[in-house]
């Protein structure tokens, strides 16, 4: 069983930065890809971006929506079950909450992208970018 719990977010203007971060309680977290998605409202839940679990070759890999690439970041710290989800060059249209959500455990996150697709969530975190 994971646990999840992100944190991080709030108000910031139109440009402005702010790091998420998705804490995990279980002890085997580092078998987990993990993806975040954000909703806004009156709007279905969205891919924003992944990373896969580390490979002894090449490390983590990352994917992202097109829309965030260059602007958001996708970072994992196995050794303090957290993953990060860092947001620059903020607009408004990113406002949403953003969520955490892995499992199961050793999938690839390569092409998967619906939250169907993940077994476990966090509660989530308000970002909102004033204008």
């Known amino acids: 069983q994971v646990q999840l719990v992100e944190s991080g977010g709030g108000l910031v203007q139109a440009g402005g930065s702010l790091r998420l971060s998705c804490a995990s309680s279980?002890?085997?977290?580092?078998?987990?890809?993990v993806g975040w998605f954000r909703q806004a409202p009156g709007k279905e839940r969205e891919f924003v971006g992944a990373?896969?679990?580390?490979?002894?070759?090449?490390?983590?890999?990352?994917y992202y929506k097109d829309s965030v690439k260059g602007r958001f970041t996708i970072s994992r710290d196995n050794a303090k079950n957290m993953v990060y989800l860092q947001l620059n060059s903020l607009s408004p249209e990113d406002t949403a909450v953003y969520y955490c959500?892995?499992?199961?455990?050793?999938?690839?996150?390569?092409?998967?992208?619906?939250?169907?697709?993940?077994?476990?969530w966090g509660q989530g975190t308000q970002v909102t970018v004033s204008s």
């Open positions: 990373i896969s679990r580390r490979d002894s070759w090449n490390g983590e890999t990352t």
């Open positions: 279980g002890r085997t977290f580092s078998n987990y890809g």
């Open positions: 959500a892995a499992g199961p455990p050793f999938a690839a996150v390569a092409g998967r992208r619906s939250p169907n697709e993940y077994d476990y």
